[in-house]
T-cell receptor
Framework: ETGVTQTPRHLVMGMTNKKSLKCEQHLGHNAMYWYKQSAKKPLELMFVYSLEERVENNSVPSRFSPECPNSSHLFLHLHTLQPEDSALYLCASSQEAGDNEQFFGPGTRLTVL | GQNIDQPTEMTATEGAIVQINCTYQ??????LFWYQQHAGEAPTFLSYNVLDGLEEKGRFSSFLSRSKGYSYLLLKELQMKDSASYLCAVRNAGNNRKLIWGLGTSLAVNP
């Protein structure tokens, strides 16, 4: 595998379910990001991790819980989501936090019923 | 507030030149980025401008005027594969170096 990978690519869940999104980067980067991309809205930065430490949390509801066990892996744990949380969730990485170029994964298309 | 404006949609003809504009109002500035995103795929980095002027990279060029809060992405010799969404993003200055993103411009290249 090369670049940034995300699993699953598609996820449908009920409002009472608990699920997790996984991201893995094979680039040796130190920073990883979670973004939310909704229709007719700009990309929204959710979380930033630098060397496994969370350095940014943009007022994201607590029903989204990130986890970064090491610099190559990033998870987004989901529980009691709302239909308006349906979106494309993109993971990205960069050499250092705030670097010029971010490398994005293909995203997880999430539908909350 | 912080705002990035770019046209929602554009169309162009294969082989032609198209210019996609982006204007911004942000609380600080530490660089402007252009990303390309094909439908259903990840955004990919195209260009970065931090100083005024034109940056050329093959068929794509990006221009920045910091005094005007303005940038454009110029695509030459358009190909069908250039049909995609083009995202403009501005990086804040200081410790908070996060990117502020525009909505993207959906470009359709017709034969």
């Amino acid at each position: 595998e090369t670049g940034v990978t995300q699993t699953p690519r598609h996820l449908v869940m009920g409002m009472t379910n608990k699920k997790s999104l996984k991201c893995e980067q094979h680039l040796g980067h130190n920073a990883m990001y979670w973004y939310k991309q909704s229709a007719k809205k700009p990309l929204e930065l959710m979380f930033v991790y630098s060397l496994e430490e969370r350095v940014e949390n943009n007022s994201v509801p607590s029903r989204f819980s990130p986890e970064c066990p090491n610099s190559s892996h990033l998870f987004l744990h989901l529980h009691t989501l709302q239909p308006e949380d349906s979106a494309l969730y993109l993971c990205a990485s960069s050499q250092e936090a705030g670097d010029n170029e971010q490398f994005f994964g293909p995203g997880t298309r999430l539908t909350v019923l | 507030g912080q705002n990035i404006d770019q046209p929602t949609e554009m169309t162009a003809t294969e082989g032609a030149i198209v210019q996609i504009n982006c204007t911004y109002q942000t609380s600080g500035f530490n660089g402007l980025f252009w990303y390309q995103q094909h439908a259903g795929e990840a955004p990919t980095f195209l260009s970065y401008n931090v100083l005024d002027g034109l940056e050329e990279k093959g068929r794509f060029s990006s221009f920045l005027s910091r005094s005007k809060g303005y940038s454009y992405l110029l695509l030459k010799e358009l190909q069908m594969k250039d049909s995609a969404s083009y995202l403009c993003a501005v990086r804040n200055a200081g410790n908070n170096r996060k990117l502020i993103w525009g909505l993207g411009t959906s470009l359709a290249v017709n034969p």
